[in-house]
């Protein structure tokens, strides 16, 4: 605390100096309001990533150094503690040079395109590893392009950019080389040593030239990989089998080993190959006729192989067309298997519609009504349910019958429901109209009153005298005719 003549004075940081390093923060490009200064350290990382994954670090390669320099700084002094601050400035300076980098993206694409294809590929084919210094020749050189396009040198940049595609064509066709060529190569050095340039000479030169084969069809064509690959491991056994003779070549020279025992030991493998093609050899001559019969047997064997090849082949072919007679009459079963299986399921729902129609029908007496199944349709055709002259109002002794009709809603919840109003030819037509329509709204509204389901389910229509059942000049025909039918859709069901 500083003292003056009137008093204490409590020292403050100075609100100026904060709302300027606030500013500065904010300002920052690049920045997002609401980051943690962790958060924007990796976002700077992870934008230099991006570039470098987009060529940036080839295409302006000043600009990109200054920016993952800015970044490295930034990371080490958010390491060791620094200022807030401090790090936002380089993180916003680096943001600044990556701008100023990618400025030059456009043109560096087209300059350096097809270095940075070539590029790609000497990647694939490994050539950092492989090919180490023609891969750091052919950097430098795409290096080169970059600064001289950021110099706006764009004559020099495309004659660097040439030069470096041949140096990645030449890095990327070593690096296939030495992966493909590599092995066999220090087999040939290993039987060099040996000596079998002196004690394999035909087996040596047998090598050479499967090598010499490879490295043929790379220069020629460096995507036939396979090929060369082949060719390249056959000549690594010609040159490990040269290994072999130059090493029994010395033993015999060196009395290590007898020329007898190397024959003899010769014969023993030879004897045992005839043994398993059932044949006696005989060594008199020497092991070459014993070979010839040895080929002559095998010769047999692979004659004896085609035959027996063809017949199967018959076979083959008879027993794919008995397959396809079979997969033919299994699809023909289970067309038959499908068809009875759908009329056993209509049996069934004939056979559960019929039971609950019979479980319907002997709900009601003859006096109360009947119980007719259409197709998709079950109908309640209700002549006990009766009204008073004129009247629309349901009479308790309704209530039975009307119970009966709720436990048959029941039975089909998912059903739509109809009550139509009917009446005898007695009378106006138009007022027996509005009398069957006002009667099948009374059942409708007693049957939603009385049942829990909605009231769009079921709607109430009157037809008044026009669908007699029966002839309207007898008594016991207008009886007939003046009912109430409920009809329930039982498509859904």
């Given at each position: 605390?500083?003292?003056?003549?009137s008093?204490?004075?409590?020292?403050?940081?100075?609100?100026?100096?904060?709302?300027?390093a606030?500013?500065?923060?904010?300002?920052?490009?690049?920045?997002a309001?609401?980051?943690?200064?962790?958060?924007?350290?990796?976002?700077?990382?992870?934008?230099?990533?991006?570039?470098?994954?987009?060529?940036?670090?080839?295409?302006?390669?000043?600009?990109?150094?200054?920016?993952?320099?800015k970044?490295?700084?930034?990371?080490?002094?958010?390491?060791?503690?620094?200022?807030?601050?401090?790090?936002?400035?380089?993180?916003?300076?680096?943001?600044?040079?990556l701008?100023?980098?990618?400025?030059?993206?456009?043109?560096?694409?087209?300059?350096?395109?097809?270095?940075?294809?070539?590029?790609?590929?000497?990647?694939?084919?490994?050539?950092?590893?492989?090919?180490?210094?023609?891969?750091?020749?052919?950097?430098?050189?795409?290096?080169?392009?970059?600064?001289?396009?950021?110099?706006?040198?764009?004559?020099?940049?495309?004659?660097?950019?040439?030069?470096?595609?041949?140096?990645?064509?030449?890095?990327?066709?070593?690096?296939?080389?030495?992966?493909?060529?590599?092995?066999?190569?220090?087999?040939?050095?290993?039987?060099?040593?040996?000596?079998?340039?002196?004690?394999?000479?035909?087996?040596?030169?047998?090598?050479?030239?499967?090598?010499?084969?490879?490295?043929?069809?790379?220069?020629?064509?460096?995507?036939?990989?396979?090929?060369?690959?082949?060719?390249?491991?056959?000549?690594?056994?010609?040159?490990?089998?040269?290994?072999?003779?130059?090493?029994?070549?010395?033993?015999?020279?060196?009395?290590?080993?007898?020329?007898?025992?190397?024959?003899?030991?010769?014969?023993?493998?030879?004897?045992?190959?005839?043994?398993?093609?059932?044949?006696?050899?005989?060594?008199?001559?020497?092991?070459?006729?014993?070979?010839?019969?040895?080929?002559?047997?095998?010769?047999?064997?692979?004659?004896?192989?085609?035959?027996?090849?063809?017949?199967?082949?018959?076979?083959?072919?008879?027993?794919?067309?008995?397959?396809?007679?079979v997969?033919?009459m299994?699809?023909?079963?289970?067309?038959?298997?499908?068809?009875?299986?759908?009329?056993?399921?209509?049996?069934?729902?004939?056979?559960?519609?019929?039971?609950?129609?019979?479980?319907?029908?002997?709900?009601?007496?003859?006096?109360?009504?009947?119980?007719?199944?259409?197709?998709?349709?079950?109908?309640?055709?209700?002549?006990?349910?009766?009204?008073?002259?004129?009247?629309?109002?349901?009479?308790?002794?309704n209530?039975?019958?009307?119970?009966?009709?709720?436990?048959?809603?029941?039975?089909?919840?998912?059903?739509?429901?109809?009550?139509?109003?009917?009446?005898?030819?007695?009378g106006?037509?138009?007022?027996?109209?509005?009398?069957?329509?006002?009667?099948?709204?009374?059942?409708?509204?007693?049957?939603?009153?009385?049942?829990?389901?909605?009231?769009?389910?079921?709607t109430?229509?009157?037809?008044?005298?026009?669908?007699?059942?029966?002839?309207?000049?007898?008594?016991?025909?207008?009886?007939?005719?003046?009912?109430?039918?409920?009809?329930?859709?039982?498509?859904?069901?």
């Amino acid at each position: 605390m500083l003292r003056t003549r009137s008093g204490p004075v409590t020292r403050h940081v100075r609100p100026l100096a904060m709302l300027a390093a606030l500013f500065a923060c904010l300002s920052a490009p690049g920045v997002a309001v609401g980051q943690s200064i962790e958060q924007q350290v990796d976002a700077a990382v992870e934008r230099l990533d991006r570039a470098k994954a987009d060529h940036i670090d080839i295409i302006s390669p000043r600009n990109f150094e200054r920016a993952a320099g800015k970044v490295a700084e930034a990371r080490q002094r958010l390491a060791a503690g620094g200022r807030i601050s401090d790090i936002q400035q380089r993180v916003s300076e680096a943001y600044e040079e990556l701008d100023a980098a990618e400025a030059f993206a456009e043109m560096g694409q087209v300059v350096l395109g097809d270095a940075l294809e070539a590029r790609g590929d000497a990647l694939a084919a490994n050539a950092p590893e492989f090919a180490g210094r023609d891969w750091e020749r052919a950097e430098e050189s795409a290096r080169d392009a970059g600064r001289r396009l950021e110099s706006n040198d764009q004559n020099g940049a495309r004659d660097r950019a040439a030069r470096a595609e041949s140096e990645y064509r030449d890095a990327e066709l070593n690096a296939i080389r030495a992966d493909l060529l590599g092995r066999a190569r220090t087999a040939r050095d290993q039987a060099l040593e040996a000596k079998a340039d002196r004690r394999a000479p035909t087996t040596l030169t047998h090598g050479d030239s499967l090598f010499n084969a490879a490295e043929g069809i790379l220069a020629r064509d460096r995507s036939r990989t396979a090929e060369a690959g082949d060719l390249a491991t056959r000549a690594y056994s010609e040159y490990q089998h040269a290994i072999r003779l130059a090493a029994l070549a010395d033993s015999v020279d060196r009395n290590r080993v007898s020329l007898e025992t190397v024959v003899l030991r010769d014969e023993h493998q030879v004897r045992r190959m005839a043994e398993l093609l059932r044949y006696a050899p005989d060594f008199a001559a020497g092991i070459p006729p014993v070979m010839d019969d040895g080929l002559t047997a095998i010769e047999s064997l692979y004659q004896e192989a085609e035959g027996l090849e063809r017949d199967l082949e018959s076979r083959s072919r008879e027993i794919d067309r008995l397959a396809g007679v079979v997969d033919s009459m299994d699809s023909r079963l289970a067309e038959v298997e499908q068809r009875q299986a759908t009329v056993a399921a209509e049996l069934r729902e004939r056979q559960r519609r019929e039971r609950r129609l019979r479980e319907v029908q002997a709900m009601f007496t003859r006096e109360e009504g009947e119980a007719l199944l259409g197709e998709d349709r079950l109908i309640l055709r209700l002549v006990g349910l009766t009204f008073s002259s004129g009247s629309a109002e349901i009479r308790p002794d309704n209530f039975s019958l009307l119970t009966k009709v709720q436990r048959v809603i029941r039975e089909f919840p998912e059903s739509t429901i109809t009550v139509e109003g009917h009446t005898d030819s007695q009378g106006n037509e138009e007022m027996n109209q509005e009398l069957s329509r006002r009667r099948a709204i009374a059942v409708r509204e007693y049957l939603l009153s009385n049942l829990p389901i909605s009231a769009d389910r079921i709607t109430a229509v009157g037809f008044g005298e026009s669908r007699p059942v029966a002839p309207n000049d007898t008594e016991a025909g207008r009886t007939r005719n003046r009912r109430i039918e409920i009809t329930l859709s039982l498509s859904d069901d």
